[in-house]
């Protein structure tokens, strides 16, 4: 029995190994070969690698644990990631390029960090995150993308980069001490629309030079918020943006700077001790 035992004791140890060596080594397929690609992983330091190229792929991805990785790349058109994240410390890599992809990113845990870049048209990019310290940053290029990202806890921190036409971004963020900073990069007629609950979160909204007919709206509830929108001169004279803050709470400040043409700033603020400033050139 004894003999047994030890003989079972090494093949689990030889498979084992045999599994950590794959979770390194990663996957790649291509549209002839494989269609969908399902990695379950947990403990602590693992890496999952994944690339692929063609049309339709699918990637699962699902890591429980600490310290973890998770790189994955995805070129062509009509792929979807699904992506998992369960613990602390944890990392997401993530490159789309191509046409319609859509990739969906779960973080729950604290110290987490996304980075996500896109690249193409009608692209969709979806992040959930839950904890504290958390870090999201998406990138998406040309036109016709989305981008939705969902904060909950503390000191999180969500920058997104828009550089192109008709994109959409939808930012909610529930919580205290949390940061989101957008930059818009010569894009025209994008739209922004953010929301923040709790205390003391701030936005911060950069429409940067040669950016037109875009929409921002800003919502923020609760205590000691910052609210802040700059519109950079255009470079085509005829430029025409929309700004609009809506507070409710005490304790806030919003401002709202914007040059160039044909430009509009609203605010809506109801509470006490809240301060307001929109300046126009």
């Not at 790649?28 to 792929?57: C, H, W």
């Not at 894009?187 to 030079?209: F, M, R, V």
């Not at 519109?231 to 943006?241: F, L, M, Q, V, Y």
């Not at 709470?249 to 307001?276: E, K, L, W």
């Amino acid at each position: 029995m004894r003999k047994g035992s030890q003989n079972c004791q090494s093949y689990l140890m030889k498979k084992l190994y045999l599994i950590s060596v794959l979770l390194f080594i990663g996957l790649y397929t291509t549209g002839q070969e494989v269609n969908r690609i399902i990695q379950d992983i947990s403990g602590k330091d693992n890496s999952a690698v994944t690339e692929q190229f063609g049309m339709g792929l699918t990637a699962v991805i699902s890591q429980d644990g600490e310290l973890n990785r998770a790189l994955q790349q995805q070129i062509g058109e009509k792929h979807e990631l699904s992506l998992i994240q369960s613990g602390f410390a944890n990392q997401v890599e993530i490159i789309q390029q191509g046409v319609a992809h859509l990739s969906q990113v779960e973080q729950k845990g604290d110290d987490n960090k996304i980075l996500h870049h896109q690249e193409g048209k009608l692209n969709v990019g979806e992040i959930i995150q839950e904890g504290i310290g958390n870090i999201t940053r998406l990138s998406q290029y040309r036109a016709d993308n989305s981008a939705f990202i969902s904060q909950a806890g503390f000191e999180n921190k969500t920058e997104i980069l828009q550089d192109g036409r008709s994109d959409n971004i939808r930012v909610i963020i529930t919580g205290d001490l949390n940061e989101t900073v957008i930059t818009l990069k010569k894009s025209k007629k994008n739209k922004i629309d953010i929301t923040q609950s709790g205390y003391e979160n701030s936005a911060t909204i950069y429409l940067e030079e040669g950016s037109q007919l875009n929409n921002v709206i800003l919502e923020q509830q609760g205590t000691g918020n910052i609210a802040t929108n700059f519109r950079g001169k255009g470079e085509i004279p005829g430029d025409i943006a929309y700004s609009g803050i809506m507070i409710k709470g005490d304790y806030n400040t919003a401002s709202i700077y914007q040059q160039g043409y044909m430009n509009r700033a609203g605010m809506s603020i109801c509470g006490d001790r809240n301060v307001a400033n929109i300046v126009q050139h």
